[in-house]
């Protein structure tokens, strides 16, 4: 299984037929796409409950990628994250079997520090043997010596467009994490026909475990790319 869908989980209104009609919009766009990503948890924490509720709200087989605090990423620059590190986990855990990768997006001026790096992997391997996946944003972290620490750690770099980083390359062993922020401008512009089919026939020969988020979402073109390389990979009912 492939997971589709947008960051965040808004139905507009040129889309709403596509979706059911009845239920909160969780439900109705959990009815369609089998996967969204949680921008939110970056900006603030989330009641238990409530990560309890998103769970109850969705199929056995949705599962919710979650991106990492900004306390964490951008506020303490992965470094003594610990404490910060096991409360997110705690928080998420509520989702259950529906927690799917948890997303690291670093800050464009975050270079790579082995010793901070490795440290923080420590920690978050300590306690958590889910999927990670990291978008690095500074160019240092494009070596050789930064593909072996992630790879050893079993973290997944994601597949960003526009890619922030260049030459980094990913191991063929990981799960594939498509972060389609919008190109040329980003978070706005809509991926045209031939694009998604290129995006798709990356997708069909991905590991079943794979993602793919658009998060285009500033003029509402994710919603309309998700439905279309949805249909294109003939997953829709």
């Not at 509720?53 to 969705?58: G, K, T």
């Not at 975050?110 to 306690?127: I, K, P, Q, W, Y």
């Amino acid at each position: 299984m492939v997971f589709i869908g947008t960051a965040g989980w808004s139905i507009s209104r040129p889309f709403a037929d596509r979706f059911p009609s009845d239920g909160s919009s969780l439900a109705r766009y959990s009815a369609v796409f089998n996967g969204v990503e949680v921008n939110s948890s970056f900006y603030r924490r989330h009641k238990p409950d409530t990560w309890q509720r998103w769970a109850d709200s969705v199929p056995p087989a949705f599962r919710f990628s979650v991106k990492v605090p900004k306390h964490i990423t951008h506020e303490l620059r992965l470094a003594d994250a610990r404490s910060a590190l096991l409360e997110f986990l705690q928080d998420v855990a509520r989702l259950g079997e529906k927690l799917g990768p948890v997303l690291l997006q670093l800050p464009p001026n975050l270079a790579f520090n082995v010793e901070t790096v490795t440290s923080f992997l420590n920690d978050l391997r300590g306690v958590f043997e889910g999927q990670v996946v990291i978008e690095p944003r500074h160019q240092s972290w494009a070596s050789p010596e930064v593909s072996s620490l992630l790879s050893a750690y079993t973290v997944s770099r994601v597949i960003a467009d526009p890619a922030p980083v260049s030459g980094a390359e990913q191991e063929e062993s990981d799960f594939s994490y498509l972060r389609l922020h919008g190109s040329p401008r980003i978070y706005y512009s809509e991926y045209q026909p031939d694009e998604l089919r290129k995006y798709a026939a990356l997708l069909s020969k991905a590991r079943a475990d794979s993602w793919c988020i658009f998060d285009n979402t500033a003029s509402g073109a994710a919603l309309s790319n998700a439905l279309e390389i949805k249909d294109l990979m003939g997953t829709l009912p």
